[in-house]
């Protein structure tokens, strides 16, 4: 089992800042990807960025030249940098973690993100 905490959500005005956290613990070893996504009311979960445990980056269009994804393997910790945020960057983020051992994905509770105009 893999646990993840997630913090860094809150209030900002458009084209302000956060950073978003998520710390995994539990079964890690086998951890490969780690991403966010993100889910606004009356919509789907969409793929906001992921990295993979040797550094490879995949962001979302919506988010590019944005939105920064990085990883401290050493603590288990995945970053969302998030700049220039707009009122559509407005969800809930939820951290998301893929054990390739027994193939399983796993979701932080969530935060919320929501961004004024």
């Known amino acids: 089992q893999v646990q993840l905490v997630e913090s860094g959500g809150g209030l900002v005005q458009t084209g302000g800042s956060l950073r978003l956290s998520c710390a995994a613990s539990g079964s890690i070893f086998s951890i490969n990807d780690m991403g966010w996504y993100r889910q606004a009311p009356g919509n789907q979960r969409e793929l906001v960025a992921v990295i993979s445990s040797g550094g490879s980056r995949k962001n979302a269009d919506s988010v590019k030249g944005r939105f920064g994804i990085s990883r401290d393997n050493a603590k288990n910790t995945v970053y969302l940098q998030m700049n220039s945020l707009k009122p559509e960057d407005t969800a809930v983020y939820y951290c998301?973690?893929?054990?390739?051992?027994?193939?399983?994905?796993?979701w932080g509770q969530g935060t919320q993100v929501t961004v004024s105009s």
């Open positions: 998301y973690a893929y054990d390739s051992r027994d193939r399983t994905g796993y």
